[in-house]
């Protein structure tokens, strides 16, 4: 199926990171949220902020350095 559990509440599939509400949910959820990301553990989509001066999206494990000249605050 490409689904596998990393933990009690982290799932992946093909890769992408996805969270299971609550603390006995057996299946996952959903995928991180865009602008954040999932180490494992994960019982909400908003696990850990992405950093500035990187970038996260859905689905993500870590987050991923921006390329040079391109990160602007917003």
Same mark, same amino acid.
């Given at each position: ?33 865009? &602008? +954040?990301?999932?180490?494992?553990? *994960? /019982?909400? $989509?908003? !696990?850990?902020?992405?950093?500035? &001066? +990187?970038?996260?999206?859905?689905? *993500? /494990?870590? $987050?991923? !350095? ?9």
């Amino acid at each position: 199926t490409g689904i596998y559990q990393l933990n009690q509440h982290t799932y992946f599939f093909h890769g992408f990171r996805f969270y299971c509400a609550g603390d006995t949910n057996p299946k996952p959820t959903g995928p991180c949220s865009p &602008g +954040h990301y999932c180490e494992g553990g *994960a /019982s909400t $989509p908003i !696990q850990f902020i992405t950093p500035k &001066g +990187h970038f996260s999206s859905s689905a *993500a /494990s870590s $987050p991923v !350095q921006c390329p040079v000249g391109t990160y602007q605050e917003v």
